[in-house]
């Protein structure tokens, strides 16, 4: 009886680490929330910054979230659920971003408050999710994730005459020499299919 118990419970952890539903997912850690474990710390880190800078200096919310699976349920419903209970986005502004990932589903959805959508209308929340579709096909979550963040941060950036420090990076000049100080830096397989919503492709 004890080892019946013992392997419901693990039947269970199981389970609850491949899908997530709506109704149970607490209120968010962070403004990266990565329930698929599909990210490391440093790349979660990377996109916590900009969407921290962006809430600070633009009042805007960029959410980004991976999930496991969506269990039958489509990503669009899902991610409007997900959006509102969460609140995205300031109250009396609306302007608020959810950017999803269902990872075993291969399908990805950028969800827009009203308050954005005249400077993310659907057609430029397609192109981002295009582009990240050469980061979903290499399992590459963290470039996925900078990817879309840094583009969505840098139009309401634009919009917003904000500088962002988290989006500057430095420009490498590789015909220059190093410093003499300096240290050294250091079969086939089928590609899943990644699908975004708006509209729905498959690529």
Request: net charge negative; glycine share 4%; hydrophobic share 50%.
């Amino acid at each position: 009886m004890k080892l019946l118990k013992s392997l419901i419970v693990m039947l269970l952890v199981v389970a609850t680490g491949f899908a997530e539903k709506v109704a149970t997912m607490p209120a968010p850690a962070a403004y990266v929330d990565d329930y698929a474990d599909v990210m490391t710390d440093a790349g979660k880190a990377d996109v916590e910054a900009i969407c921290r800078e962006v809430h600070e200096k633009t009042k805007a919310q960029i959410f980004f979230v991976t999930v496991r699976s969506l269990e039958g349920e489509s990503i669009d419903t899902f991610s409007n659920d997900l959006f509102h209970k969460w609140k995205i986005g300031e109250k009396k502004t609306d302007r608020g971003i959810l950017v999803l990932l269902a990872v075993a589903d291969h399908k990805r959805r950028i969800e827009v408050g009203y308050g954005l959508e005249g400077i993310l209308p659907d057609a430029k929340a397609g192109d981002i999710g295009r582009e990240m579709v050469p980061a979903l096909k290499a399992s590459d979550y963290d470039e996925a994730a900078r990817v879309s963040v840094r583009a969505i941060a840098t139009v309401i950036a634009a919009d917003s005459r904000a500088t962002l420090d988290s989006l500057a990076t430095p420009v490498v000049n590789e015909a220059a020499p190093l410093p003499v100080a300096a240290a050294p830096a250091s079969s086939e397989i089928s590609r899943p299919v990644w699908s975004n919503i708006l509209p729905a492709a498959i690529f």
